[in-house]
């Protein structure tokens, strides 16, 4: 999986590829974001195999939220 569109985004947004967070929900996205150093929260979708590579693991969006501050909340980890 190429990394480019992932490194590109960060170009654009004038960010370190370790400074981003990708949050995917296919296995080539994991891996493409995780070729590219960003950190990779994944959204297994009942899909469990080749997210292993990811920071974190969830069942679905929903259990995630955002912080006024622009942080990420995982209310409940499905994985790792």
Known sequence: PAPD???AAACRIDVEPASCLVIEDTPVGVAAAHAAGMPVL?????RVTAL???ICRVASLEELSLTPEGEI???SESGK
């Open 5 to 7: 569109p992932f490194l």
């Open 73 to 75: 909340v995982v209310r």
């Open 42 to 46: 994944a959204v297994d979708r009942g």
């Open 52 to 54: 292993d590579i990811a």
